[in-house]
């Protein structure tokens, strides 16, 4: 599986990720202007175009899903940000 990087900060973005700059973008994800601990980043790097399987797994972690397919999901929108948050929290995330 192959995505974008423009499609990931997108989808971030509309997720509830707040973005900060730096070598990378970081972005963390906020719930009623508090953090959850959830966060991905992304290279500025131009080897980074797209982000391949062994990347997607390292951000999976970061936004502690469960599984690859969530993280498509998340990127390409099915999911939604309520259900994002829903996750989360069954997880007891915050």
């Known amino acids: 599986m192959q995505i974008d990087t423009k ?3 997108s989808a971030l973005r509309k997720k ?6 730096g070598s990378h ?3 963390y994800h906020e719930v009623g202007n508090k953090r959850t601990g959830a966060y991905a ?5 131009s080897g980074y175009k797209t ?3 062994s990347l997607l797994k390292i951000m999976k972690k ?3 899903l469960d599984t690859l397919n969530q993280v498509k999901r998340l ?5 939604d ?6 996750t989360l929290k069954q997880k007891g995330i915050f």
């Open 7 to 9: 499609q990931i900060e």
């Open 16 to 21: 509830g990720f707040v973005e900060e700059g």
């Open 25 to 27: 973008k970081y972005f």
């Open 41 to 45: 980043y992304t290279s500025r790097g």
């Open 51 to 53: 982000y391949g399987d």
């Open 62 to 64: 970061e936004l502690r």
């Open 75 to 79: 990127m390409e929108c099915p999911m």
């Open 81 to 86: 940000a309520e259900e994002y948050n829903t």
